[in-house]
């Protein structure tokens, strides 16, 4: 069952020519206790791009997002966001964004319809308009029948769903979303990538941060790996997903196993007492596995293919960036 409705159309769309929605140069970040959180990043994003900024914990993506939506004050560089440079428009910049932080940041007390009036009256809309953009985001986000509640009375899915809507009645031309579907079950987390991919088809620019690398895998056409306070990779995901040299399967078992099988010339680990996981390489055919597990009795009932690609290609890189860092230190 649907969570929400999708089909709806943005008054933006999409330029004949490909412009720049944000453009970052030598950005630099440090903090008064001497801790340099961004060293120098360069990043550009494409208007109407799906673009994804990953990195570990402490890597620099909060920082940056900070900076774009003036909650830190950078301390090079230069920021750009469509026409506006932070530093010398920043209202004007401001207005092009939309952000929904990681964190609940709204009053809970305050009913769910004046969360987003009041929204609008931020970026200066009249209140019939403020008024018409909450009714029109908040039904296609599947909370209008809530409208009236105190959002503290809202499931964590709401209230991840009321920071969308809130962030869109002023109709940013850039939305920028913090782990959105954090703590989200699954089929509102589906439901919520639809409803991402529908207003990115219509125009809006959209720069993700997740945990969840499938979901950037599902829903971006650009990346970019930030570690350590620089940026160690931008690419499209297409072009990451190709230097991968192996694949990892699921197998699903007939019965029950308490190891995973030992199969020569294959890495293999346990899931749970019915499926196991084996790395294969890249192009190199299956029919070798088949013939070792029928030798060892296991019936394979169902394969697949792990989703979860660029996880694998993003530990990579930052082992190898860390590597390096530490090599470089000695």
């Not at 769309?13 to 801790?35: D, P």
């Not at 306070?229 to 699903?252: P, Y």
Request: hydrophobic residues 40%; charged residues 25%.
């Amino acid at each position: 069952m649907a969570l929400f409705l999708v089909e709806f159309a943005t008054p933006k769309k999409l330029r004949e020519h490909m412009s720049v929605a944000l453009s970052i140069k030598n950005l630099h970040k440090t903090y008064q206790n001497g801790f340099e959180a961004l060293k120098g990043i360069d990043l550009e994003v494409e208007e109407g791009d799906f673009f994804a900024l990953l990195g570990p914990n402490g890597a620099g993506k909060s920082t940056t997002i900070s900076i774009l939506s003036s909650l830190v004050q950078k301390t090079q560089g230069e920021v750009i966001i469509v026409d506006a440079n932070i530093e010398h428009n920043f209202p004007l910049a401001k207005k092009y964004l939309g952000v929904v932080p990681q964190e609940f940041n709204f009053n809970m007390w305050e009913k769910v319809f004046d969360i987003c009036v009041t929204q609008g009256g931020y970026y200066g809309l009249p209140m019939d308009l403020a008024k018409e953009r909450a009714e029109k985001y908040l039904k296609l986000l599947g909370l209008w029948d809530k409208r009236s509640n105190v959002s503290r009375s809202l499931s964590g899915g709401m209230k991840r769903r009321l920071m969308i809507a809130r962030a869109l009645v002023h109709e940013p031309r850039i939305l920028i979303l913090d782990e959105p579907t954090a703590g989200v079950d699954i089929e509102l987390r589906r439901s919520m990538w639809e409803f991402l991919r529908k207003i990115n088809r219509e125009g809006t620019t959209i720069i993700l941060t997740t945990h969840y690398l499938e979901e950037a895998e599902s829903l971006c056409r650009n990346v970019a790996i930030i570690d350590k306070g620089t940026i160690i990779r931008h690419s499209s995901v297409k072009a990451l997903l190709r230097e991968l040299n192996e694949e990892t399967f699921i197998m699903d078992v007939e019965g029950s196993i308490t190891d995973a099988p030992i199969l020569t010339g294959y890495q293999t680990r346990m899931i749970d007492g019915h499926s196991f996981e084996v790395d294969v390489e890249k192009g190199k055919p299956l029919n070798d596995i088949f013939g070792m597990l029928n030798e060892l009795g296991i019936n394979i009932t169902s394969m697949r293919n792990k989703s979860n690609r660029l996880e694998e290609m993003f530990v990579a890189m930052t082992r190898k960036n860390q590597a390096g860092k530490s090599g470089g230190d000695k």
